[in-house]
């Protein structure tokens, strides 16, 4: 038995395409009946409403169409989806409700100016327009709360055209009883109050439709509001390690916003750290604004406090060089700096040797107070980085850390000691327990020292190891 899954998309179709039913149901329904009261009782301003559902009905039907449409996913053709069908939908019923208004202006005007007609102001004129109210009051919600759950353009047109329609439909009912009052009280020139009311309900239309234009027209061509862009650039702003947003793109397709966001970072950092920075900026702009499609592009830039040592860094690694055991030293006329180049092991050594000449002028170029550049290389790779060796007993490397320990300033204490021979040499590792408020620079003196005792002391040494940590763990 397949288990159905709830699909926050398909269910949003499905209510938006609903609530788009029911508004044509009820365009049809009331299309009809101010139709046949309109000219049974010869009201231009129940006709002028009747066109006016009429224009409904298209509105609607348009619309039902859009939100089906709209619904589709991307594809190769639609990369940021069909959502522009729902503005297309809104600027058609625009188009349709002025040429609308344009038919009963010109009406109007001709009963005020050249052939008046009388109206009979029944009841059932009356109970229409009451009616009409009821309904659009109804639907005009039922659409205004969908579009506002699923920010759905086409729908919102639909909830402020027929929310309109209340208004005309009241303006209409005014204009009938003036026609009533006319008849009873014998003063003929009331009976006009029908195509006054035509006409303001005209005035009314296109004031909304203008607005709805107007949007519609803003959404096709990429128009956001401004306090959306300023939502998006404060939010990316306010993460850690972005030191400023360069740019800021947004545009709507329907009820989709897609954010396109250029961020600096500092250019010492890492690939993996940028990365992040990015994805935190994304999730912060996708919570100012909910729903939001965003895209960030992390540009480094050169930040002012950069020093020599990070700027060596980060052109050797823009060489594909490693650089570390950086010397630099200060003198009346400028600084000189030694640095050790890790290169590719596969390499010869002309190829190397014009890899840190490049690397030497990129810095020079970088830092003008350098009057002296000296590399050393090191090959690296998995040969470089493997050494076979077998485990020994060595009485003598004992015997010296013991030793050390009351000869150095700061106490330590020693353990997994690992003491190999590779290719007739002693490689010596352990790790070194200080205490953890010790500033790191003094850590590393200690080490070195250890270190040089080891050499001096001991015949044969290679690589020696001290690895410097505090007792207990982090956090």
Same mark, same amino acid.
């Given at each position: 038995?397949?288990?159905?899954?709830?699909?926050?998309?398909?269910? =949003?179709?499905?209510?938006?395409?609903?609530?788009?039913?029911?508004? #044509?149901?009820?365009?049809?329904?009331?299309?009809?009946?101010?139709?046949?009261?309109?000219?049974?009782?010869? @009201?231009?301003?129940?006709? @002028?409403?009747?066109?006016?559902?009429?224009?409904?009905? %298209? +509105?609607?039907?348009?619309?039902?169409?859009?939100?089906? =449409?709209?619904?589709?996913?991307?594809?190769?053709?639609?990369?940021?989806?069909?959502?522009? !069908?729902?503005?297309? @939908?809104?600027?058609?019923?625009?188009?349709?409700?002025?040429?609308?208004?344009?038919?009963?202006?010109?009406?109007?005007?001709?009963?005020?100016?050249?052939?008046?007609?009388?109206?009979?102001?029944?009841?059932?004129?009356?109970?229409?327009?009451?009616?009409?109210?009821?309904?659009?009051?109804?639907?005009?919600?039922?659409?205004?709360?969908?579009?506002?759950?699923?920010?759905?353009?086409?729908?919102?047109?639909?909830?402020?055209?027929?929310?309109?329609?209340?208004?005309?439909? =009241?303006? %209409?009912?005014?204009?009938?009883?003036?026609?009533?009052?006319?008849?009873?009280?014998? !003063?003929?020139?009331?009976?006009?109050?029908?195509?006054? +009311?035509?006409?303001?309900?005209?005035?009314?239309?296109?004031?909304? @439709?203008?607005?709805?234009?107007?949007?519609?027209?803003?959404?096709?061509?990429?128009? #956001?509001?401004?306090?959306?862009?300023?939502?998006?650039?404060?939010?990316?702003?306010?993460?850690?390690?972005?030191?400023?947003?360069?740019?800021?793109?947004?545009?709507?397709?329907?009820?989709?916003?897609?954010?396109?966001?250029?961020?600096?970072?500092?250019?010492?950092?890492?690939?993996?750290?940028?990365?992040?920075?990015?994805?935190?900026?994304?999730?912060?702009?996708?919570?100012?604004?909910?729903?939001?499609?965003?895209?960030?592009?992390?540009?480094?830039?050169?930040?002012?406090?950069?020093?020599?040592?990070?700027?060596?860094?980060?052109?050797?690694?823009?060489?594909?060089?490693?650089?570390?055991?950086?010397?630099?030293?200060?003198?009346?006329?400028?600084?000189?700096?030694?640095?050790?180049?890790?290169?590719?092991?596969?390499?010869?050594?002309?190829?190397?040797?014009?890899?840190?000449?490049?690397?030497?002028? +990129?810095?020079?170029?970088?830092?003008?107070?350098?009057?002296?550049?000296?590399?050393?290389?090191?090959?690296?790779?998995?040969?470089?980085?493997?050494?076979?060796?077998?485990?020994?007993?060595?009485?003598?490397?004992?015997?010296?850390?013991?030793?050390?320990?009351?000869?150095?300033?700061?106490?330590?204490?020693?353990?997994?000691?690992?003491?190999?021979?590779?290719?007739?040499?002693?490689?010596?590792?352990?790790?070194?327990?200080?205490?953890?408020?010790?500033?790191?620079?003094?850590?590393?003196?200690?080490?070195?020292?250890?270190?040089?005792?080891?050499?001096?002391?001991?015949?044969? %040494?290679?690589?020696?190891?001290?690895? %410097?940590?505090?007792?207990?763990?982090?956090?």
């Amino acid at each position: 038995m397949k288990q159905k899954i709830n699909d926050p998309a398909q269910n =949003a179709a499905r209510e938006k395409r609903f609530v788009a039913l029911t508004s #044509v149901i009820a365009a049809v329904v009331l299309t009809a009946v101010k139709i046949i009261v309109g000219i049974n009782t010869g @009201s231009l301003g129940i006709l @002028s409403e009747a066109a006016h559902s009429a224009i409904d009905l %298209v +509105a609607a039907l348009v619309t039902f169409w859009a939100v089906h =449409a709209a619904c589709k996913p991307a594809d190769r053709e639609h990369t940021y989806g069909h959502g522009k !069908i729902e503005n297309i @939908s809104a600027l058609f019923e625009t188009l349709l409700l002025i040429a609308t208004c344009v038919w009963i202006c010109i009406e109007a005007i001709e009963r005020l100016a050249y052939n008046p007609v009388h109206v009979d102001p029944s009841i059932w004129a009356f109970a229409i327009m009451v009616g009409s109210i009821i309904i659009d009051f109804s639907r005009s919600r039922a659409l205004a709360r969908v579009a506002k759950k699923y920010q759905s353009q086409a729908l919102e047109a639909d909830a402020l055209h027929f929310s309109t329609d209340i208004w005309s439909s =009241a303006v %209409v009912i005014i204009g009938l009883v003036f026609v009533r009052l006319g008849d009873a009280l014998g !003063i003929p020139w009331l009976g006009q109050a029908d195509a006054v +009311a035509a006409l303001v309900v005209a005035g009314i239309v296109v004031w909304v @439709s203008l607005r709805l234009g107007k949007r519609s027209l803003d959404d096709l061509l990429d128009a #956001v509001p401004s306090h959306m862009q300023e939502l998006a650039m404060q939010a990316a702003a306010l993460v850690e390690g972005v030191r400023s947003v360069t740019q800021a793109r947004l545009r709507r397709s329907g009820p989709q916003v897609f954010v396109d966001l250029t961020l600096a970072v500092k250019r010492d950092f890492a690939f993996e750290r940028a990365h992040e920075i990015g994805d935190a900026a994304a999730i912060a702009v996708s919570k100012a604004i909910p729903g939001a499609d965003v895209v960030v592009h992390v540009e480094p830039i050169q930040s002012v406090d950069e020093n020599l040592t990070t700027i060596t860094r980060l052109i050797a690694a823009r060489y594909g060089l490693g650089a570390h055991a950086i010397s630099i030293e200060t003198h009346q006329n400028g600084e000189s700096i030694e640095v050790h180049l890790e290169v590719d092991e596969n390499l010869t050594l002309l190829q190397a040797h014009c890899r840190a000449s490049d690397f030497e002028h +990129a810095l020079k170029s970088a830092a003008p107070k350098l009057i002296e550049i000296t590399t050393h290389i090191e090959p690296t790779g998995v040969h470089s980085a493997v050494r076979n060796g077998e485990p020994i007993e060595n009485q003598e490397v004992l015997v010296l850390i013991e030793k050390l320990k009351s000869s150095v300033a700061l106490p330590f204490s020693v353990h997994h000691l690992r003491i190999r021979s590779v290719q007739n040499e002693i490689d010596i590792s352990f790790h070194c327990t200080i205490d953890g408020q010790t500033p790191i620079t003094e850590a590393h003196s200690l080490t070195e020292q250890i270190e040089n005792s080891l050499r001096e002391q001991l015949p044969n %040494v290679g690589h020696v190891l001290i690895h %410097v940590e505090p007792p207990g763990r982090c956090g």
